[in-house]
C-alpha cells in the first residue's frame, strides 16, 4: 500500500505507478469549499489504513491536485473529471468505478474492504492501536442533547435573522417609495 501526492511534479512517477496497480484516487483543488471540508475525513482514512499491520492491499492511496490532473491529461491516466471533489477507483490507469458514497472515513474504509481492495489483519496477538492509549470521546446522550439543542438555537436564531432582513427590506422600499412620491410633488410645485 502507497499513498501519494500527485502534483505536476509526482505526476510522471505516479503514471508509471497506475498501469499497473489499483488507485484510489481524490481529484481535488485547494481553494474547493467541498475539499476542504472533506479534507480532514481523507487524512484520517490515510492514517487508518497506513497504520503498522492493520491492512494489506496493492493499492496506491493518491490524492490528485489540479497541477497533477494537468500533467495526467497529456497520459493515459484518467484525469478528465467534471467537477471536484470526485473519488474513483482506477484500474491500468483507468476508471474502473467512482465513489459516491459519504465521505467519511469509515464510509472510505468499508467500500475498501467490501470491493477486495483491502483486507483487514485480523491477528489477535496484536493490539490494533499499536499498543497506544485511545483517546476515548464521550459521547453520552446528555451531551448529544446539548449539541442538537445548540444546532436548533442556531438554526432559529438565523431564521430570525432572515425575518429581520425581510422586514427591513420591505421598510426600505416603503421608504423609496415614499420618496419617490415626495420628489414628483416636488417637482410638480417647482414647475408652478
Given amino acids: 500500500m502507497k499513498l501519494m501526492n500527485v502534483n505536476g511534479e509526482t505526476a510522471d512517477l505516479f503514471s508509471n505507478l497506475a498501469k499497473t496497480t489499483t488507485v484510489f484516487a481524490k481529484y481535488y483543488s485547494p481553494t474547493c469549499p467541498a475539499c476542504i471540508a472533506m479534507n480532514e475525513e481523507w487524512q484520517n482514512m490515510e492514517k487508518e489504513v497506513s497504520r503498522h499491520d492493520a491492512y494489506n492491499g496493492d493499492i496506491i492511496i493518491a490524492q490528485i491536485d489540479p497541477s497533477g490532473m494537468k500533467k495526467l491529461a497529456s497520459t ?3 484525469s478528465d473529471v467534471q467537477y471536484v471533489p470526485t473519488i474513483v477507483v482506477l484500474e491500468n490507469g483507468n476508471k474502473k468505478q467512482e465513489y459516491n458514497e459519504e465521505r467519511t472515513a469509515d464510509k472510505m474504509i468499508s467500500f475498501l474492504l467490501q470491493n477486495d481492495y483491502l483486507v483487514k489483519n485480523n491477528d489477535n496477538n496484536k493490539p490494533m492501536n499499536g499498543g497506544r492509549k485511545i483517546r476515548r470521546t464521550n459521547f453520552s446522550t446528555k451531551n448529544i442533547r446539548n449539541r442538537t ?14 425575518k429581520n432582513n425581510r422586514k427591513h427590506t420591505k421598510n426600505n422600499r416603503k421608504r423609496t417609495k415614499n420618496n419617490r412620491k415626495r420628489t414628483k410633488n416636488n417637482r410638480k410645485r417647482a414647475k408652478k
Fill in 149 to 162: 439543542k445548540n444546532i436548533r438555537n442556531r438554526t432559529k436564531n438565523t431564521c430570525n435573522h432572515t
Fill in 76 to 78: 493515459t491516466i484518467y
